[in-house]
């Protein structure tokens, strides 16, 4: 299994309510990234889990919160989000740097509408 | 500190010409690279990477790409473009320090004349 799978692909959730989303990978991986992608934009960074552990934080808002549960599981708890919030959600996991395999494998994303 | 710079917005070849996209990254050791591929709405799939040894790396779909320290350069090249190669291509680089950042260029949308 070389892939990473997000669910849901599409969601539409109210600024008053609470959601997740999941990402999962086996392959092995040991570091787990969350990203936002804007439209005409590249990707930016917001979490970055190592070894089921919370290593980066890119000063995200409060009302996104990770969980890694596992090593093959990765969440991203939404709470009162606002419109702004809305964006494409990438998820995305990696080996140890020491493999020469080493490279990022991305999910295909939730779009996500805060309305 | 560390960057990334793909210099084209927009790129319009012609389907069956030769397409070359440029990226230039700023970073004092020497890089990985990476060129991903993301089709509208879509995530972003790995096409090449480059972590040491021969310079010209090949990729899927017949991309290439050819590191060239002295310019701090990773240009993405492929002989032959077809109509399914439209696109948006991102540069990036992966920080070597313990963070495992994953730094994205601008991005270039690729349109391709049929």
């Known amino acids: 299994d070389t892939e990473v799978t997000q669910t849901p692909k599409h969601l539409v959730m109210g600024m008053t309510n609470k959601k997740s989303l999941k990402c999962e990978q086996h392959?092995?991986?040991?570091?787990m990234y969350w990203y936002k992608q804007k439209a005409k934009k590249p990707p930016e960074l917001m979490f970055v889990?190592?070894?089921?552990?919370?290593?980066i934080n890119e000063s995200v808002p409060s009302r996104f919160s990770p969980e890694c549960p596992n090593s093959s599981l990765l969440n991203l708890h939404l709470h009162a989000l606002q419109p702004e919030d809305s964006a494409l959600y990438l998820c995305?996991?990696?080996?140890?740097?020491?493999?020469?395999?080493?490279?990022?494998?991305f999910g295909s994303g939730t779009r996500l509408t805060v309305v | 500190a560390q960057s990334v710079t793909q210099p084209d917005i927009h790129i319009t070849v012609s389907e069956g010409a030769s397409l070359e996209l440029r990226c230039n990254y700023s970073?004092?050791?020497?890089?990985?690279l990476f060129w991903y591929v993301q089709s509208p709405g879509q995530g972003l799939q790995l096409l090449l990477k480059?972590?040491?040894?021969?310079?010209l790396v090949q990729g899927i779909k017949g991309f290439e790409a050819e590191f060239k320290r002295s310019q701090s350069s990773f240009n993405l090249r492929k002989p032959s473009v077809h109509w399914s190669d439209a696109a948006e291509y991102f540069c990036?680089?992966?920080?070597?320090?313990?963070?495992?950042?994953?730094?994205f260029g601008s991005g270039t949308r690729l349109l391709v004349r049929p």
């Open positions: 995305a996991s990696s080996q140890d740097r020491r493999r020469r395999t080493y490279g990022y494998t």
């Open positions: 392959m092995g991986h040991r570091a």
């Open positions: 889990y190592s070894y089921e552990k919370l290593s």
């Open positions: 970073y004092g050791a020497t890089p990985y």
């Open positions: 480059y972590f040491s040894g021969d310079t």
């Open positions: 990036a680089v992966a920080l070597m320090d313990s963070s495992y950042k994953l730094i």
